[in-house]
């Protein structure tokens, strides 16, 4: 999502709200206003109906059994592993590894399995100042047990990506630039593909954090030229307890295994085990069968729609809340970038985010309050934490108007 004018929305919101039943109920007497989505989406019922149809249908284990529950359950997961790859056009299949968390586990595969093998005395990984303290902590635990060192790209006051300076941060030592594709926090989107090259022209790698863009931006990592590439199933629409890590084929097959245990093996004997191939020797054990069947339905959704519609309504959203919050008496936006996904964050005079999340939580209005696991951001912005509105394909501009009607009148109550 950009600045640039919005296309004319080609669905019709009302529709889309009725795949979504959570949304249709009274919180604290009021009809729910969502704005949480940057911390998890809500699930339409094609995914909800997924976990439905597998628990009651065809549970069993998969890769193993030959019986036709386990073929039935296998063909169902490897789908999703089809439809994964297609979301972001990766080059093979096998690059597409299923995680049974989210981006927080996927960057800790790459971190253990990667950073500790190639990252060695006096490397350089180099971070920004905007990430989520999943993309901070695991470099920093490699860092600490290597020997290595974390430099930071400092960000602009409007919050975006201080270019300039990652430039002069690249350098012999740099081994991985780690970046969100965008902020959690501000919403600001970086310039990935751009950091990317720049990166690889340094010989570094890049890792980038898609959990805030999977569900609003087009995601193409053959375009992008990433070397890791992090994806959260409840962000976009799809159930928790599942995310994709992809990996380019010949680093994946490079890396050793971060788990041990049945599936990742070729074969076992007490003197030498083998591994398997791509995609398994990174999936040992069980993995979370269900929730990534039921992730294919939140893709097939986001793809029914199209990103680029999604990014028209959302960026209406973006633009109607970033005026009227602006207009408000007391508010200050934090994050301005030019380039932004659905997030709004702010600050109110006087009084605390926590105060006016309670407030807005009395009138049913949804919103997360605090650092958003951003301190060093934080930090850096002089500030504790924000109020983020944060928005989804289903939320509309009325729903704005209560957030800002609901703001209003919070502000007046605490003069
Ligand atoms: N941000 C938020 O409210 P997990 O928890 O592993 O699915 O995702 C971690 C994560 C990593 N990177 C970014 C940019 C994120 O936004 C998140 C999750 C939520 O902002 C929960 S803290």
């Not at 941060?169 to 630039?177: H, R, S």
């Amino acid at each position: 999502m950009t600045t640039s004018p919005a296309p004319t929305i080609q669905f019709d919101v009302e529709s889309i709200r009725k795949e979504f039943p959570i949304l249709h109920q009274k919180v604290n007497g009021h009809q729910l206003v969502y704005f949480d989505n940057a911390a998890t989406s809500q699930k339409p019922l094609a995914v909800i109906n997924s976990l439905i149809d597998y628990y009651t249908g065809y549970n069993a284990n998969i890769h193993r059994g030959i019986h036709t529950l386990a073929e039935k359950a296998t063909k169902a997961y490897e789908a999703t592993r089809e439809a994964s790859m297609k979301f972001i056009n990766a080059k093979h299949v096998e690059e597409i590894i299923f995680i049974t968390r989210g981006v927080t586990e996927a960057i800790n595969l790459v971190s253990h399995s990667y950073g500790r093998t190639f990252i060695g005395e006096g490397d350089e990984i180099i971070v920004s100042e905007l990430e989520h303290h999943s993309n901070i902590v695991p470099w920093q635990m490699v860092c600490e047990q290597k020997g290595a060192k974390l430099k930071v790209i400092p960000i602009l006051d409007n919050g975006e990506l201080d270019f300039n300076a990652f430039k002069k941060l690249l350098n012999p030592k740099t081994k991985l630039v780690v970046v969100n594709h965008a902020s959690n926090a501000l919403g600001t989107i970086n310039p990935v593909k751009d950091m990317a090259r720049l990166a690889h022209d340094a010989g570094a790698l890049i890792l980038v954090d898609g959990a805030q863009a999977a569900a609003h931006l087009p995601i193409d990592v053959q375009q992008l030229d990433c070397d890791f590439y992090c994806i959260s199933s409840h962000k976009m629409y799809g159930p928790t307890g599942a995310g994709i890590l992809y990996g380019k084929k010949e680093l994946l097959e490079k890396m050793p295994p971060f788990f041990g245990g049945g599936e990742m093996i070729k074969e076992v004997t007490f003197e030498k085990t083998t591994y398997n191939d791509l995609p398994y020797k990174f999936e040992a054990g069980t993995p979370n069968i269900a929730d990534v069947v039921a992730l294919k339905p939140a893709i097939d959704f986001i793809q029914s729609l199209g990103k680029a519609t999604i990014a028209a309504h959302e960026h209406e959203l973006l633009t109607y809340a970033t005026s009227q919050l602006d207009s408000l008496k007391g508010i200050r936006l934090v994050g301005t970038a030019a380039q932004k996904v659905s997030i709004v964050s702010f600050v109110v005079e006087g009084i605390h985010h926590f105060d006016i999340g309670q407030m807005l939580d009395s009138r049913g209005i949804a919103v997360r309050t605090g650092h958003h696991c951003a301190q060093p951001l934080m930090d850096r912005l002089g500030i504790e934490g924000t109020v983020r509105a944060s928005f989804a394909v289903y939320n509309t501009k009325q729903e704005i108007d209560k957030l800002v009607e609901g703001l209003d009148r919070v502000i007046n109550f605490m003069k």
